[in-house]
């Protein structure tokens, strides 16, 4: 099972999303490669809903890096 990497947390209201992102987490997925710009800067970022709501923080979804997409078999 592939590691998840956390960059953040987001809230859902009942006008969208706000999501907070760890700058220096970002950045480090960045220079490890984790994360990749395409041709125009941008960065795919994967926002995830929580099963419960967190305790602590309140957040109903995560931000992380994106999972890989499965290798073709052919």
């Keep these: 099972m592939e590691e ?3 960059l953040g ?3 859902q209201d009942d006008y969208g999303i706000n999501v907070t992102v760890n700058l220096e ?3 480090q997925a960045i ?3 984790k994360l990749e710009k395409n041709k125009y800067g941008d ?3 994967r926002v995830q809903k929580l099963k419960s ?3 602590k923080s309140k957040a109903t979804h995560y931000v992380a890096v994106p ?3 499965p290798e ?3």
């Design 43 to 45: 960065v795919k970022i």
């Design 72 to 74: 073709s078999p052919f």
């Design 4 to 6: 998840i990497t956390f």
């Design 31 to 33: 220079r490890t490669g």
């Design 53 to 55: 709501p967190n305790e």
């Design 67 to 69: 999972k890989p997409k």
């Design 25 to 27: 987490k970002f950045e």
């Design 9 to 11: 947390n987001a809230w």
